[in-house]
T-cell receptor, first 116, second 114 residues
Framework: EPEVTQTPSHQVTQMGQEVILRCVPI?????FYWYRQILGQKVEFLVSFYNNEISEKSEIFDDQFSVERPDGSNFTLKIRSTKLEDSAMYFCASSPRKAGELYEQYFGPGTRLTVT | GQSLEQPSEVTAVEGAIVQINCTYQTSGFYGLSWYQQHDGGAPTFLSY????GLEETGRFSSFLSRSDSYGYLLLQELQMKDSASYFCAVRTSDRGSTLGRLYFGRGTQLTVWP
């Protein structure tokens, strides 16, 4: 069964450093998302992406964050200058292309980001 | 803004039926989803209700009442493997975009005892 994959599974970085989290959505999906989950808390929406542009973003997704689809398969989240409070599990998700099926989001296994 | 309320934890025994309620306040409501998450794993889609009524998928059913801003997830014939966190999530949009966003509740930890 097709699945969303994410790399790395765990990233440790120092405060102020840039990180890029990578995702490979399911191949025939056209709608992509990033979420984060701070340990023990709820899943929080960051950004949705379609047709090579951001569709919607949350208040969390400030100028330090950016997303890109550099080729036909990868979808990346970049954090320019990490802060301690960016430590969280970051989930990528994608949705099928069919209208009316946008509601079902398939999540990847996540990247645990630890900022020290 | 948005807010969702669901119980923080529920316990039940194998074979029992459990109902997890969710009330929400949101603008731009498209529908209510339910996701299951095992210990730090990826959220897994369970169901989606855009219209009022009951949707049944195997042992799981989900209900929505838009007029009451209320929904629930019903789990029947509970099994040990159902022990997990269950999140309700509203699909909503602040900007009328087609994709919208999922706004998650804080989750309900379900523990199933033998």
């Amino acid at each position: 069964e097709p699945e969303v994959t994410q790399t790395p599974s765990h990233q440790v970085t120092q405060m102020g450093q840039e990180v890029i989290l990578r995702c490979v959505p399911i191949s025939n999906h056209l709608y992509f998302y990033w979420y984060r989950q701070i340990l023990g808390q709820k899943v929080e929406f960051l950004v949705s992406f379609y047709n090579n542009e951001i569709s919607e973003k949350s208040e969390i997704f400030d100028d330090q964050f950016s997303v890109e689809r550099p080729d036909g398969s990868n979808f990346t989240l970049k954090i320019r200058s990490t802060k301690l409070e960016d430590s969280a599990m970051y989930f990528c998700a994608s949705s099928p292309r069919k209208a009316g099926e946008l509601y079902e989001q398939y999540f990847g296994p996540g990247t645990r980001l630890t900022v020290t | 803004g948005q807010s969702l309320e669901q119980p923080s934890e529920v316990t039940a025994v194998e074979g029992a039926i459990v109902q997890i309620n969710c009330t929400y306040q949101t603008s731009g409501f498209y529908g209510l989803s339910w996701y299951q998450q095992h210990d730090g794993g990826a959220p897994t889609f369970l169901s989606y209700n855009a219209l009022d009524g009951l949707e049944e998928t195997g042992r799981f059913s989900s209900f929505l009442s838009r007029s009451d801003s209320y929904g629930y997830l019903l789990l029947q014939e509970l099994q040990m493997k159902d022990s997990a966190s269950y999140f309700c999530a509203v699909r909503t949009s602040d900007r009328g975009s087609t994709l919208g966003r999922l706004y998650f509740g804080r989750g309900t930890q379900l523990t199933v005892w033998p």
